[in-house]
């Protein structure tokens, strides 16, 4: 997968947190950080699959993201 994923610790959800900022709402969590990573790479692909059937428009990864 080519897409900056975003990995932090949610004391709220006590789980890690993985998110794919390209890929609108597409996230996932786990017990660990390898967890995490692992589950959004998944769920990345479900993503990818569900946009394609239903004819939508694929972000291109554009690599390392700007924070201001």
């Not at 709220?12 to 993985?18: L, S």
């Not at 692992?38 to 699959?49: D, G, L, Y």
Request: charged share 25%.
């Amino acid at each position: 997968m080519k897409y900056e994923v975003i990995l932090y610790w949610s004391a709220e959800d006590e789980a890690f947190i993985a998110e794919v900022p390209e890929l609108p709402g597409c996230m996932a969590d786990g017990a660990t950080y390898q967890e995490a990573l692992v589950n959004v790479e998944q769920i990345a692909q479900e993503w990818i699959e569900t946009a394609r059937e239903l004819g939508r428009e694929i972000p291109v990864p554009k690599g390392k993201l700007v924070y201001a």
